[in-house]
């Protein structure tokens, strides 16, 4: 977090971001007669600012390094693949929650809006990687998709408790459509995330099994006392989140995370062998 607060904080993001907002308060302005009242000015404003600042964020926090064009068939899907995210990824997510709210405040087509910002975040990440500003990552524009969903899922809402507030009737058929569209997508995003945890889980004890098998606490105490329990570990592939033994077992803790589930596998080793244990539960995992 901290380099992207040092790359934001230059002179020259913040005059460009300077600029946007002053664009974007002439353009409420110039369009105030076509919003109508204040409030929708004052949303229209926040989404120039919101919009100006995903442009800003993707396409103007480096130079551009050249032409790239072999990038538009180059695409990496192995943090798809393999479920990894980092803070990057949390921010990619968070980067597009105000730009869609705003919208579908302003126009009340979720879905629509939603869509024209997946093709905007799949134009930006061909733009980066074309540019060489960036890497024309996949995983960015999955992360960008569902923060504009659950921007435009707010702003769906809000924007049905702002008519019953305003005096209005509620409209359930909205209403039914924005619940089932909410409890959809979180379905989707952790039982997919569960389902990779699963997989995760069971191709990372098949490869512990293979490895230590025929193994017992002793072999683990002899690997101890060599210094050589860091190679054992890093055979099997992720690295260990934690590791206990005492004279009666020895327990070594592997992550198996996928995107918003997290699980592991515990290696044991005691006096009759060796034996692995996936679980999901935080306390064993955490």
């Known amino acids: 977090m901290g380099n992207y607060l040092s ?19 002439g353009g409420a302005i ?21 919009g100006g600042g995903v442009l800003l964020a993707t396409l103007f926090r480096e130079n551009a390094r050249g032409w790239f064009w072999y990038t538009f068939f180059t695409w990496n899907f192995d943090n798809i693949v393999n479920g990894r995210m980092g803070g990057d990824s949390i921010l ?7 730009l869609c709210l705003t919208a579908t405040l302003l126009w009340r087509h979720p879905f629509r809006i939603a869509g024209l910002a997946v093709v905007l975040s799949a134009a930006i990440e ?4 074309v540019t060489g500003i960036g890497h024309n990552d996949p995983t960015d524009i999955l992360m960008n998709s569902l923060g504009a969903f659950i921007g435009s899922w707010i702003g769906w809402v809000a924007a049905l408790i702002g008519e019953r507030v305003s005096g209005g009737r509620w409209d359930m058929r909205a209403l039914a459509r924005a619940a089932v569209s909410g409890l959809a997508a979180a379905a989707v995003c952790l039982g997919g995330s569960w ?4 997989a995760r889980q069971s191709a990372l004890s098949s490869a512990l099994e293979a490895r230590f098998a025929n193994t017992a606490l002793r072999d683990y105490q002899s690997w101890e006392a060599a210094g050589t329990l860091d190679s054992k570990w890093q055979a099997v592939g ?3 989140a934690d590791a206990f033994s005492d004279d009666q077992e020895a327990l070594v803790k592997y992550p198996a995370r996928f995107f918003f589930v997290s699980g592991c596998v515990i290696a044991k080793w005691d ?4 034996s692995t244990s996936a679980t999901s539960a935080t306390s064993d995992c955490g």
Request: proline share 6%.
């Open 7 to 25: 790359v934001f904080a230059n002179p020259r993001m913040i005059a460009i971001l300077g600029v946007i907002v002053l664009l974007a308060a």
């Open 271 to 274: 006096a009759n062998g060796f």
């Open 30 to 50: 110039l369009l105030r007669n076509r919003l109508g009242g204040k409030m929708r000015q004052l949303l229209f404003f926040l989404f120039a600012v919101s």
């Open 92 to 98: 990619n997510i968070f980067l597009f929650v105000p």
């Open 195 to 198: 389902v990779g945890v699963v």
């Open 126 to 129: 061909c733009v980066q990687g």
């Open 238 to 240: 992720p690295w260990p």
